[in-house]
């Protein structure tokens, strides 16, 4: 009804605008006054967590774009190997596992069949599982060993949004935390993330503020048939969930790549006016990926694509070469996920409005998957 969509035409809508206060819930009670992180809830000992030697997670659809984008994170702050595979292919291929392995189980539902799967036979090898849920007590969460729940409240709608965002915050949680109780290189570092961490709910705020010339350029491009996402780094997930958004939502052809593969192959699709989506990193600090992603731009746009560039606030060495600029907040690089897939949920959205789709219940999808 109305009412349970709080005013909003589609619950997908109301579950963007979620996502601030879904942000700041899954941190509450999980930074101390301190700055340090506190996640009993593991109910794995510190000591424990000092002997994984391999993280391991699995996931399916948006919930394994999140874990994509948790592997630059856990490697980064912990220096642990960290593999990231489709659940639904992981048991098939008789993977490695071992009891100092740790595997993590993304699943917003807790009910999907092939990470629950995926779970069953890494604790058949004796490996730990970690689940990060967002639906209390449901299957995933009660097989794991321990559990770290997301708030992001009922998700309704088929596509997953705030959910993703949670999820995000969750892995980056668990990251920063192995680093903190291992004790790397990287403590100033992490010390600084959380304090950014803590204040992102905000900035998530400010890109819903900006929308709605993202809205028009969704309804210009109701009439295409293709759309190209590329990213780096980070950005690379983002684009691959930009894609996927709009496969399930606008029914349109949609594929993303990470921008050094154009050369390798997809830049043979860039035909003229062909819309590319393009998440740039943060100018700041790694400034190489920056530079590439620049040529990247200039190469498709030479060759007719019609460029959308997502960029930092203050980047303006994108800006000639961006048909159309959709600004966010400046954020650390691991943690820009968390405002650059915002636009793309909202372009999403939009285009499926325009194009006179059922927003809530794409065709041919369920919100969980029980089967395998
Ligand atoms: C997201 O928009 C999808 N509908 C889908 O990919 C989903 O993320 C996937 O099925 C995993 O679901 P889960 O998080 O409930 O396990």
Redesign the pocket.
């Known amino acids: 009804s109305a009412a349970e969509k709080g005013g909003y035409d589609y619950f997908m809508l109301k579950e963007i605008a979620e996502q601030p206060k879904a942000v700041a819930d899954t941190l509450l009670g999980r930074i101390d006054a301190a700055g340090s992180l506190t996640l009993d809830e593991l109910r794995i000992s510190a000591a424990e967590l000092r002997e994984v030697d391999k993280v391991v997670i699995v ?6 774009h999140a874990g994509l984008i948790a592997k630059y994170a856990i490697e980064h702050w912990t220096r642990i190997p960290c593999e990231v595979e489709l ?1 639904s292919e992981f048991r098939y291929r008789d993977p490695i596992l071992d009891p100092r392995t740790l595997v993590i189980a ?7 069949m092939d ?1 629950l799967m995926a779970l069953r036979h890494a604790r058949e090898q004796g490996s730990k599982v970690l689940a990060i849920c ?2 209390n007590g449901s299957t ?1 969460p009660r097989e794991s060993d321990a559990v770290l729940y997301t708030h992001a409240g009922p998700e309704v709608a ?4 705030k ?2 965002l949670t ?1 995000l915050v969750a892995c980056y949680l668990v990251a920063l935390y192995l680093g903190q109780v291992r004790g790397t290189k990287w403590g100033d570092e992490i010390q600084a993330v959380i304090r950014d961490l803590s204040k992102i709910s905000c900035e998530v705020e400010r890109v819903l503020e900006t929308m709605e010339p993202v809205r028009d350029l969704a309804r210009s491009l109701a009439a295409k048939n293709t759309v190209l996402f590329l990213g780096r780094h980070v950005g690379y997930p983002v684009a691959l969930e930009g894609a ?2 709009l496969k ?1 939502l606008a029914y349109m052809h949609a594929e993303g790549f990470a921008a050094g593969e154009l050369k390798h192959g997809p830049i043979a699709l860039i035909e003229q006016d062909l819309p590319v989506v393009v998440v740039a990193p943060s100018p700041r600090g790694r400034s190489v990926l920056h530079d590439k992603i620049v040529s990247n731009i200039q190469e498709i746009r030479a060759r007719g694509a019609r460029t959308i560039v997502i960029a930092e606030e203050g980047d303006e060495a994108v800006a000639p070469y961006a048909d159309h600029l959709i600004r966010i907040p400046a954020t650390p690089t691991l943690l820009q996920p968390l405002v650059a897939t915002v636009p793309l949920q909202v372009f999403a959205c939009e285009l499926a409005t325009a194009r006179g789709n059922e927003v809530d219940q794409p065709r041919n ?1 369920a ?3 029980t089967v395998e």
Do not use: D, M, R
Request: hydrophobic share 40%; glycine share 6%.
């Open positions: 996931a399916c659809g948006t919930a394994f659940a993304i699943s917003q539902s807790g009910e999907t990470t967002n639906t995933i088929v596509a997953s949004t959910a993703f999820q996927l958004k399930e999808l919100k969980s998957v």
